[in-house]
């Protein structure tokens, strides 16, 4: 299994607008931050954890011709906006994007996108089927998904398990029976929004306990803002297991 990073930022991410700070100003491409996603691919097939607004240029960036899911974590805008662009996908692959989302994220879908599931059907709108998942396990494209539920805040967040790789983005709390489901995965990847202290993510000293206690045998840190600081300094400071993932960073499992 290869696990690609489509992006480790949010949208308080890089370049962000009228800020002067180091990282804004960087001109590494490590510090050049798209939206939080991951690709999948196993077997032949990619399937794509959460579409956000960048979505159409990592597909661009990465070259990637198809994909056979989507799997969403939840319905923030910075995960789910840049579904529309599924169309080129429907048209080069005579595909109906196959997306696997639990009940309150197919809500927001039908709100943002609701042309696209008008019962009037306009020439090139995007062509989306919706399949209902919950906190058990489901397979896309006959690849076996094990969700985690983890807290952003007040906000229930699906991460997911596939084989040995665990990926959890927008959480800050995580329960002990969940817990359970992720320990003895080979790489974890784990969201850590700055250093500071936030109300609905992991800081980096919270994500760095939480791995300890997990002890994955390698752990990527993503969904990291401008806050963070610089990647080529910051890395230097983790332990030697623990490194910042980036943009276009593949990862062999």
Request: hydrophobic share 35%; net charge negative.
């Amino acid at each position: 299994m290869i696990v690609t990073i489509l992006g480790s930022g949010t949208s308080q991410g890089v370049p962000v607008i009228a800020c002067d700070c180091s990282v804004c100003r960087s001109a590494a491409p490590q510090d050049n931050r798209t939206r939080s996603s991951v690709m999948i691919s196993l077997d032949e097939k990619n399937i794509v954890i959460d579409s956000g607004p960048d979505f159409r240029q990592q597909m661009l960036r990465e070259k990637i011709k198809s994909i056979d899911g989507i799997v969403f974590t939840h319905e923030h805008k910075d995960h789910i906006a840049g579904l529309d662009e599924v169309r080129a996908f429907n048209y080069f692959n005579n595909w109906r994007a196959q997306v696997y989302c639990t009940e309150k994220v197919k809500d927001a879908l039908h709100r943002e996108f609701h042309y696209a599931f008008s019962e009037t059907r306009y020439p090139g709108i995007p062509e989306i089927d919706i399949n209902l998942i919950s906190n058990t396990d489901f397979t896309v494209a006959g690849i076996p998904f094990k969700p985690i539920e983890v807290m952003h805040m007040h906000m229930p967040v699906l991460g997911y398990r596939i084989g040995d790789f665990t990926y959890i983005t927008d959480a800050n709390l995580i329960s002990e029976q969940e817990k359970e489901k992720v320990k003895g995965s080979q790489v974890l990847i784990l969201n850590a929004l700055r250093k500071e202290k936030h109300p609905s993510h992991f800081n980096l000293e919270e994500a760095l306990q939480l791995i300890e206690e997990l002890e994955p045998d390698m752990a990527y840190l993503t969904h990291i803002s401008h806050q963070f600081g610089l990647h080529e300094i910051e890395e230097k400071n983790l332990p030697p297991h623990v490194r910042i993932a980036y943009d276009g960073l593949k990862i062999q499992i």
